[in-house]
């Protein structure tokens, strides 16, 4: 069965970093390109970073260039998403799925920015 459970959210100062952790199970992890997603309230999610299967950074939104890393543990089957300069508009829920969201969606993982 194809799993995605996504962990490390928190709550978080303006100008901190979280690290975001995904464990997927149940398919040939090293085989897809992976992305994170994210879903602010009130909106639809969107695709914030994708990594290729031979660790290429690709289809990084704008909003996030420059202080999102996304990075990918082959052995371990755990894709990450370094985030740093958090700001307040970074608020959302965080998830895991392929390049082509084809999977089913885990649970999310709640970041929040504020002061």
């Known amino acids: 069965q194809r799993k995605f459970v996504e962990s490390g959210g928190a709550l978080v100062q303006p100008g901190g970093s979280l690290r975001l952790s995904c464990s997927a199970s149940g398919f040939t992890f090293g085989h897809l390109a992976l992305s994170w997603y994210r879903q602010l309230p009130g909106k639809e999610r969107e695709s914030v970073a994708t990594i290729t299967r031979t660790g290429d950074t690709i289809n990084v939104a704008d909003s996030v260039k420059g202080r999102f890393t996304i990075s990918r543990d082959d052995v371990q089957n755990i894709l990450y998403l370094q985030m740093n300069n958090l700001k307040p508009e970074d608020t959302a829920k965080y998830y895991c799925?392929?390049?082509?969201?084809?999977?089913?969606w885990g649970q999310g993982t709640q970041v929040t920015v504020s002061s």
């Open positions: 799925n392929t390049k082509c969201a084809n999977f089913n």
